[in-house]
């Protein structure tokens, strides 16, 4: 079965720093598909980035970078020049790609982000 | 499109009674999944449905716990009798599946109080 892991409960940045969660997963998959999403305390889930297993370039979005390593199953996320409106729960969360047959969205426990002025 | 839509936002009930959530999905999507969120356990997928057809309910904690998806467009998840350790957020989401795009969209979650 795929499990992901988020080993940070809580992770603290300062305003304008960079800020990196880990991720990593288990699959016995090789077609899949990696995401974070960001929860804000009014609970909506967003999705901050997107990555496709076959591609070997790392995805980005604005200030947000992931750094994939397909071989050792890790997919973190970079946040630079952090803001006030970074603070949020992030969740990295894996699906498998079964060539267009439903696969369920698997998550991770989630990382406390606070971002300090 | 609204995006997904759950109902209702709040919901608080007294143990024993029946809670029914409800969830309307972006039209065009063809999967859709039913989440269970606790500080303890975090995010649970509960059931996911493709097609209308449910694909896999193993997270469905209980007898107590059923859902159903009798059209593209409308999702119910019913908890019969309710206990206080069900109280969590409830979320809906959906996608197309389709290649790429796999992104799960995510209704605004249904925060249920069992007293």
């Known amino acids: 079965a795929q499990t992901v892991t988020q080993s940070q409960p809580e992770m603290s940045v300062q305003e304008a720093e960079t800020v990196t969660l880990s991720c990593t997963y288990d699959?016995?998959?090789?077609?899949?598909?990696l995401f974070w999403y960001k929860q804000p305390p009014s609970r909506q889930m967003i999705l901050v980035i997107r990555q496709e297993a076959y591609k070997q370039q790392n995805a980005t979005e604005n200030r947000f970078s992931v750094n994939f390593q397909k071989a050792a199953k890790s997919f973190s996320l970079k946040i630079s020049d952090s803001q006030l409106g970074d603070a949020a729960m992030y969740f990295c969360a894996y699906r498998a790609d079964y060539g267009g047959a439903t696969n369920k969205l698997i998550f991770g426990t989630g990382t406390l982000l606070a971002v300090q002025p | 499109d609204a995006g997904v839509i759950q109902s209702p936002r709040h919901e608080v009930t007294e143990m024993g009674q029946e809670v029914t959530l409800r969830c309307k999905p972006i039209?065009?999507?063809?999967?859709l999944f039913w989440y269970r969120q606790t500080m303890m356990r975090g995010l649970e997928l509960l059931i996911y449905?493709?097609?209308?057809?449910?694909?896999?309910d193993s997270g469905m904690p209980e007898d107590r716990f059923s859902a159903k998806m009798p059209n593209a467009s409308f999702s119910t998840l019913k908890i019969q009798p309710s206990e206080p350790r069900d109280s969590a957020v409830y979320f809906c989401?959906?996608?197309?599946?389709?290649?790429?795009?796999?992104?799960?969209?995510f209704g605004q979650g249904t925060r249920l109080t069992v007293v």
């Open positions: 989401a959906s996608s197309l599946n389709q290649g790429a795009n796999t992104e799960a969209f």
């Open positions: 039209s065009g999507h063809n999967s």
């Open positions: 699959t016995s998959e090789s077609d899949y598909y």
């Open positions: 449905f493709n097609n209308n057809v449910p694909i896999d």
